[in-house]
């Protein structure tokens, strides 16, 4: 079991951010890796598509004889996170706990912004995990919806991505924001752009803290991968169309050393 793959899905690309912090950070463990980029996005599918898309590619990752799998999708921890954690026998988790347990170690002031997709900020997980958390503090949310649009273009740290950080976070900033859960996986690459305009903003990367979180679920269940030495678990990247965005990512995220992406339908 502990040298069985940690299973990773997310609606496109933004996940190979949360792939490549898993993979920093415990660099033994192997990695089955999807991104529904052919049904991207899924910021605006109903909450029924949603689950059923997660379910399709839970069952598929199951499959695979994975010990883990990792919701890198906050519309779909949102909305499937649940669902799958009643379906299957390994540990589920998904992004929306961590980033809010993040929020709340690391509060600035007395209140948390959270920015999302409109399907993740309508769902109101980040709200409901944060009062789980924190009863009292004050949650702000507000959906960017154009971030994920922005990323997929590659305009990271232009004046583009500079406006329209002041155009969906100048609102939270007047009302004391100074805590900021990036809740979509694509966020985090714009946050060189949101730190230049805000640059005494707290922004959490829930890549970041899902790994952290992943590494601590398999040290408690001993499900982690005690191979000694250099061994580096082996990658695996599918997506269900291949882009020129995708590749790019991928380069930048893991270099070109023979890590590839092959192309894979799923079906329900």
Same mark, same amino acid.
Do not use: Q, W
């Given at each position: 079991m502990m040298d069985k793959p940690i299973g990773i899905f997310d609606s496109g690309i933004g996940g190979l951010t949360v792939c490549k912090a898993i993979h920093d950070i415990l660099p033994?463990? &192997? /990695? #089955? @890796?999807f991104g529904d980029t052919a049904r991207f996005p899924y910021g605006t599918r109903s909450r029924e598509t949603i689950i059923r898309y997660s379910k399709e590619i839970a069952a598929? !990752? @199951?499959? %695979?004889?994975v010990k883990m799998i990792v919701i890198a999708c906050n519309t779909s921890s949102a909305a499937?996170?649940? =669902? !799958? %954690? &009643?379906?299957?026998? /390994?540990?589920? /988790?998904g992004v929306i706990d961590a980033g809010a347990r993040a929020a709340c170690n690391r509060l600035k002031g007395n209140s948390i912004g959270v920015i999302g997709t409109r399907a993740t900020v309508s769902s109101g997980s980040y709200v409901r995990a944060i009062h789980s958390i924190r009863p009292g503090i004050k949650v702000h949310q507000q959906h960017a919806t154009l971030f994920v649009s922005l990323t997929e273009e590659g305009m990271t740290d232009n004046e583009i991505a500079r406006l329209a950080s002041r155009e969906y976070i100048q609102g939270l900033y007047d009302e004391g924001v100074r805590t900021l859960i990036l809740g979509c996986t694509h966020f985090p690459m714009l946050k060189m752009? #949101? &730190? &230049?305009? @805000?640059?005494?903003m707290e922004l959490i990367d829930t890549g970041i803290e899902i790994a952290l979180e992943v590494k601590d679920i398999l040290r408690e269940k001993n499900l982690e991968n005690k191979t000694?030495?250099? @061994?580096?678990?082996k990658i695996e990247l599918y997506a269900s169309d291949i882009t020129d965005t995708l590749q790019r990512l991928?380069?930048?995220?893991?270099? %070109?050393?023979? =890590? =590839?992406i092959e192309k894979l339908i799923i079906n329900g």
């Open positions: 033994s463990e &192997s /990695i #089955i @890796y598929y !990752l @199951y499959s %695979r004889k499937a996170l649940d =669902t !799958l %954690r &009643s379906e299957f026998s /390994i540990p589920v /988790i752009a #949101i &730190s &230049s305009v @805000y640059p005494d000694s030495g250099d @061994y580096k678990g991928k380069d930048m995220f893991f270099g %070109r050393n023979g =890590t =590839t």
